[in-house]
């Protein structure tokens, strides 16, 4: 694989762009992404306040921010919504829609956005893009949250998948390489509850078609990478699954 430019906004897809900050020696990676369709722009997770200029500057080399129309927020934790309140103000339109579950958007209101809020769950788990695109999401209750959200883009294939599926690594790439499974072991094991509860999430997700999943955290998953961590995650006791006894 190609050195790729980790200052640089960065395409998975012709319409999906990584726009995450690379920190050396941090371990844990967040990542945004932009979803640019035809008349929306959608900002998926944009991250944490400490890496705001580092991701702003990478959104405005893409889009005007007055054109994102949708900010998806899978869970409520400060490393996806920390820097809301701030992005709001750049995007500054009356019509910005914050997406999330309603047990996100309880907490989220404690950030004092202004924005409409999108509850999927009123909206049959679907947003309709002006193009004509519908988005799915799925509620992965306790995945780490409540409220905790993936979305499933059907055109590209494409799985945001929050905190599922991510990983903490000394030697991070954006793309999977190598030994990537052993680097999801730590995160799930510390933040997942429970193996009965990641499992019942991998049947559902393993019946869609997925050639690209995009955690939060971690690497980006491509090809045969997502069958094979499917069944990793499927096996993998976690949380109290690893409990002594008191």
């Not at 893009?129 to 993936?150: C, D, K, N, Q, W």
């Not at 933040?191 to 939060?216: A, G, V």
């Not at 499917?230 to 006894?245: F, R």
Request: with cysteine; charged share 20%.
């Amino acid at each position: 694989m190609a050195q790729l430019n980790y200052d640089e906004a960065i395409a998975i897809t012709r319409e999906i762009h990584w726009v995450g900050f690379h920190g050396e020696p941090a371990r844990l990676h967040c990542n945004p992404y932009l979803l640019i369709d035809e008349q929306d722009v959608l900002f998926f997770d944009p991250g944490s306040i400490p890496d705001f200029p580092v991701i702003m500057r990478k959104v405005i080399d893409l889009v005007n921010p007055a054109h994102i129309s949708f900010v998806v927020a899978s869970h409520q934790d400060p490393d996806v919504c920390g820097n809301l309140p701030v992005l709001e103000d750049i995007i500054n339109r009356d019509d910005l829609r914050i997406v999330a579950h309603n047990n996100t958007i309880q907490l989220i209101r404690h950030y004092g956005l202004r924005s409409t809020y999108y509850p999927v769950e009123s909206h049959e788990a679907k947003l309709t893009l002006r193009s004509g695109r519908v988005l799915e999401f799925l509620h992965t209750p306790y995945l780490h949250s409540p409220g905790a959200i993936m979305t499933y883009d059907p055109k590209t294939k494409s799985l945001f998948t929050s905190d599922v599926f991510g990983a903490v690594s000394d030697n991070w790439s954006l793309f999977a390489q190598g030994d990537f499974l052993n680097p999801m072991k730590a995160w799930h094991q510390t933040y997942m509850p429970s193996n009965r509860l990641l499992s019942r999430c991998m049947e559902r997700i393993e019946k869609l078609e997925i050639e690209h999943i995009l955690p939060q955290h971690g690497s980006i998953l491509e090809g045969a990478q997502v069958q094979q961590a499917i069944a990793y995650l499927k096996a993998l006791p976690c949380g109290v699954d690893l409990a002594a006894e008191p």
